[in-house]
Nanobody
Framework: QVQLGESGGGLVQAGGSLRLSCAAS????????MGWYRQAPGKQREMVAT???????NYADSVKGRFTISRDNAKNTVYLEMNSLKPEDTAVYYC????????????????WGQGTQVTVSS
């Protein structure tokens, strides 16, 4: 009932920057928490950053001071500004949204995007 469309991944040299975007669409009443997670080859998926509807943010220690998460509630869109990228930031980045969905009922759904590859070369 909710679709997440990600964009902005790519290949960048160490020290460079990228900006990821994720727009949610569908039968959305509201989105409580939006966030970015990542999964590197052979590793478990990990939280990168989350942001509440009231703009409270939470970051993984490994990205604090380098990444900034923000959102546009009117557009149901979340962004991740990534600066000073390191090779260890290489991963598939997934958008997540905990949305309140309206169909014949109202319920909360945990939604994931398809992922976007970020590769940082040394």
């Amino acid at each position: 009932q909710v679709q997440l469309g990600e964009s902005g991944g790519g290949l960048v040299q160490a020290g460079g920057s990228l900006r990821l975007s994720c727009a949610a669409s569908g039968r959305i009443f509201s989105i409580n928490i939006m966030g970015w997670y990542r999964q590197a080859p052979g590793k478990q998926r990990e939280m990168v950053a989350t942001i509440t509807k009231g703009n409270s943010t939470n970051y993984a220690d490994s990205v604090k001071g380098r990444f900034t998460i923000s959102r546009d509630n009117a557009k149901n869109t979340v962004y991740l500004e990534m600066n000073s990228l390191k090779p260890e930031d290489t991963a598939v980045y997934y958008c997540n949204a905990r949305a309140v969905v309206v169909t014949t009922t109202i319920y909360e759904d945990d939604c994931w995007g398809q992922g976007t590859q970020v590769t940082v070369s040394s």
